[in-house]
């Protein structure tokens, strides 16, 4: 069974930053688009990121675009999600995703039902 671990998140201030990272195990990396979603309290499960099985390819959120970027290392088996300027609005736990493709696919899914494998999140508070 695949595995994903998340690390990185904390509190922060406004307008700091943070990067989250995840390290993916038991899986063939580079088949696997990978994203990163987050979920606030009594709310459900957005989207933020997703970057192609290459890295050539990503998709933002409206919200975090231009304030967060995702990248990925098939060599290590990690993808990161650098986070500036945040906002008490992102306060959320973020998940790290894995999407199997197939046939070179280039795809950044943005719908959690496309994601294969989960993480156990990672908690980012930003304060006021």
């Known amino acids: 069974q695949a595995q994903l671990v998340e690390s990185g998140g904390g509190l922060v201030q406004a307008g700091g930053s943070l990067r989250l990272s995840c390290a993916a195990s038991r899986l063939t990396f580079s088949s696997y688009a990978m994203g990163w979603f987050r979920q606030a309290p009594g709310k459900e499960r957005d989207f933020v990121a997703a970057?192609?099985?290459?890295?050539?390819?990503?998709y933002y959120a409206d919200s975090v675009k231009g304030r967060f970027t995702i990248a990925r290392d098939n060599a290590k088996n990690m993808v990161f999600l650098p986070m500036n300027n945040l906002k008490p609005e992102d306060t959320a736990v973020y998940y790290c995703a894995a999407a199997r493709l197939f046939g070179g696919d280039l795809s950044t899914p943005t719908r959690a039902n496309e994601y294969d494998y989960w993480g156990q999140g990672t908690q980012v508070t930003v304060s006021s």
């Open positions: 970057i192609s099985w290459s890295g050539g390819d990503t």
